[in-house]
C-alpha cells in the first residue's frame, strides 16, 4: 500500500483518487470546499460525478498539509485553480514525486511542467490521455499514458494506477504528453460547434483530421517528438474530446453556437474551459511566429472577435486557396 495525497477534487480528480482507492491505497484528497469533503466522507458521492459511488477509502480533508506527507501527490487542479492556490502550497514540504493531470498551460510558452519545475525540485510527472472521468469512474475500459523525464518515476506511477478497467503506458516524452492534452482541447471546441450547428460527420470528420497535421506543426514548434502525436495523449485524447457531449470544451463549443449571448456563456465557463484559456493566452504567440493553424486560429476569432459569426469563419475555412493534402505538414 502507498500513501498518496491528490490536491484537487474535480470530477477528474476525485476519478484519478478513486482508481488509487481501488487499488488498495491509503488515499487523502483535498477539497476546496468543506461540504464537498462531508459528502465524499459520509456519502461517497459527488455533485459532478452523478450516480457513482467513490470509495470509502477515500479520506477527505480542507486542510492542504495533510497531504505533504505522502510517497506521491496527484495535483487534480486546472491551470487557472494552480496559479490562484499556488501560494496556499507549501512546495518546500513536498518530497514525494508530483503528477499533474491538467491539461492546459500557464502562460504562452510555459507548460505547467516548466511553471512546476520553478516551485519544486523532485520529479515531475503528468497523465494524459482520452480519459473521461464519468466513464472511467463507471469503471469502463480507458486507456492513458504517463509522461516523466525519469523513467523510474513513471513506471511506479504506471503501477500505482493501473487495473482491470485503466491501462496506463508510458513515455518519456513530458513535452509531447502535454501537448496533445493542451491542444486537443481547441479541436473539442470547435467540435461542438459544429455539432451545434448540425453541419454533420462529414464536417466533424475533415474537421479532426485537419486538425491532427495543426497538432503535429504544433509537436515540431514546442520540440515534442513526433510519434507522441499519433499515440493516447494526442490522437487518443483528440478523437475522444471532439467527440464526446461529456467534454467541457465540446460543451461551450456548443454553447456559443446555440445561444451565442456572450454574458451566457461567459457566465457559465468560470475560467475553467482548458481550451479557451489556451486560445486566449497563446493567440499572439502563435500569429507572430506565423504558424499555419487555420482551424485553431479560426477559434480565435470566433472568441476574440466579436463581430464575426461562426458561419462566417467556416466559410473562410472551406474557401481557403487549394493545396495538396500533404503539403506542408510541418
Known amino acids: 500500500m ?12 476525485s476519478v484519478v483518487a478513486n482508481i488509487l482507492a481501488d487499488n488498495g491505497h491509503d488515499v487523502c484528497l483535498w ?4 461540504s464537498i469533503a462531508e459528502k465524499i466522507a459520509n456519502d461517497q458521492a459527488h455533485h459532478r460525478l452523478p450516480g457513482i459511488q467513490l470509495s470509502k477509502k477515500i479520506t477527505t480533508t480542507t486542510q492542504l498539509s495533510d497531504c505533504y506527507d505522502v510517497e506521491l501527490l496527484v495535483l487534480g487542479l486546472s491551470s487557472s485553480q494552480l ?4 501560494n496556499d502550497i507549501d512546495w518546500g514540504q513536498i518530497n514525494a514525486p508530483i503528477l499533474f493531470l491538467a491539461k492546459g498551460i500557464i502562460e504562452p510558452q510555459w507548460f505547467i511542467s516548466d511553471w512546476l519545475k520553478q516551485k519544486f525540485s523532485g520529479d515531475i510527472a503528468v ?16 486507456a492513458s499514458v504517463v509522461g516523466a523525464t525519469n523513467p523510474l518515476v513513471a513506471s511506479d506511477i504506471q503501477a500505482l494506477l493501473s487495473n482491470h478497467y485503466f491501462r496506463v503506458y508510458t513515455s518519456n516524452d513530458m513535452r509531447g ?6 491542444f486537443k482541447n481547441v479541436f473539442a471546441i470547435a467540435a461542438g460547434c459544429i455539432d451545434g450547428l448540425e453541419l454533420g460527420d ?20 514546442f ?68 504558424l499555419n493553424l487555420p482551424i485553431i486560429m479560426s ?32
Not at 496559479?83 to 499556488?86: G, H, K
Not at 497523465?127 to 480507458?142: Q, V
Request: charged share 25%; net charge neutral.
Open 2 to 13: 502507498t500513501t498518496i495525497g491528490v490536491i484537487g477534487a474535480g470530477a477528474w480528480g
Open 31 to 34: 477539497c476546496y470546499k468543506e
Open 83 to 86: 496559479i490562484a492556490y499556488e
Open 127 to 142: 497523465l494524459s490521455g482520452p480519459n473521461l472521468a464519468l466513464e472511467i469512474a463507471k469503471r469502463k475500459p480507458s
Open 177 to 182: 504528453v502535454q501537448c496533445g492534452g493542451i
Open 202 to 221: 462529414n464536417a466533424k470528420s475533415a474537421m479532426i483530421t485537419r486538425g491532427m497535421v495543426e497538432l503535429k506543426r504544433l509537436f515540431s514548434f
Open 223 to 290: 520540440g515534442a517528438e513526433d510519434s507522441t502525436v499519433w499515440g493516447l495523449s494526442g490522437l487518443g485524447d483528440l478523437i475522444a474530446t471532439c467527440s464526446s457531449k461529456q467534454s467541457r470544451n465540446w460543451q461551450l463549443g456548443y454553447t456559443v453556437v446555440t445561444n451565442p449571448d456572450r454574458d451566457t456563456w461567459e457566465s457559465s465557463n468560470r475560467g475553467q474551459t482548458e481550451g479557451l484559456r489556451t486560445i486566449r493566452l497563446m493567440s499572439d504567440m502563435l500569429v507572430n511566429e506565423s
Open 299 to 330: 477559434v480565435g476569432r470566433l472568441f476574440l472577435t466579436e463581430k464575426i459569426s461562426p458561419q462566417e469563419i467556416i466559410q473562410d475555412l472551406m474557401e481557403r486557396g487549394l493545396k495538396s493534402e500533404f503539403d506542408q505538414l510541418i
